[in-house]
T-cell receptor, first 116, second 108 residues
Framework: ETGVTQTPRHLVMGMTNKKSLKCEQHLGHNAMYWYKQSAKKPLELMFVYNFKEQTENNSVPSRFSPECPNSSHLFLHLHTLQPEDSALYLC???????????????FGSGTRLTVV | EDQVTQSPEALRLQEGESSSLNCSYTVSGLRGLFWYRQDPGKGPEFLFTLYSAGEEKEKERLKATLTKKESFLHITAPKPEDSATYLCAVWGNYKLTFGKGTLLTVNP
């Protein structure tokens, strides 16, 4: 496989559930990102990992917990979410977080999350 | 703080009707401006990177241009398959800042 793969594609969860989103990149990149995309809003950067180390947490509530075990894998652990957390969650990767690179970021197809 | 404003929010064109999308930006030290295409339910797909004022890039019916304050995405003789949301992003202070996008609909 090539590119950035996200699973699952769709997720419906109750407010008391715990679930995880998974992202895997096959591009040899060293930086990975989580973004939230809501209707009528720009993409919101949530977390940045560079060489497995978290370098940015953009004031994200603690009910979102990222994990980056290696440069190819990124997880977003979810617990006690609110309905307003329903959105498209996008994972992206780049060569490293210090440079945009010629192609900016490479995005996955996203996980459409619905909190009920 | 870096800012990106895209206009219009939505644009409807007839097939073959050329037009332009605008991306205005303020950034402390532009290191790159990116255009992405996003289809419904999918992640953004890279189109172009522009680095300096006066630079132009082309791909099929799309042409991106850059000035010191804005970028344009020109669409020549669009087809229905060009329908998508087009996102602009600037690389400034070591991060990518996105605009809200322009939803383009091309009717046959």
């Amino acid at each position: 496989e090539t590119g950035v793969t996200q699973t699952p594609r769709h997720l419906v969860m109750g407010m008391t559930n715990k679930k995880s989103l998974k992202c895997e990149q096959h591009l040899g990149h060293n930086a990975m990102y989580w973004y939230k995309q809501s209707a009528k809003k720009p993409l919101e950067l949530m977390f940045v990992y560079n060489f497995k180390e978290q370098t940015e947490n953009n004031s994200v509530p603690s009910r979102f917990s990222p994990e980056c075990p290696n440069s190819s894998h990124l997880f977003l652990h979810l617990h006690t979410l609110q309905p307003e957390d329903s959105a498209l969650y996008l994972c992206a990767s780049s060569q490293d977080s210090g440079t945009g690179g010629n192609y900016g970021y490479t995005f996955g197809s996203g996980t459409r999350l619905t909190v009920v | 703080e870096d800012q990106v404003t895209q206009s219009p929010e939505a644009l409807r064109l007839q097939e073959g009707e050329s037009s332009s999308l605008n991306c205005s930006y303020t950034v402390s030290g532009l290191r790159g401006l990116f255009w992405y295409r996003q289809d419904p339910g999918k992640g953004p797909e890279f189109l172009f990177t522009l680095y300096s004022a006066g630079e132009e890039k082309e791909k099929e019916r799309l042409k991106a241009t850059l000035t010191k304050k804005e970028s344009f995405l020109h669409i020549t003789a669009p087809k229905p398959e060009d329908s998508a949301t087009y996102l602009c992003a600037v690389w400034g202070n070591y991060k990518l800042t996105f605009g809200k996008g322009t939803l383009l609909t091309v009717n046959p």
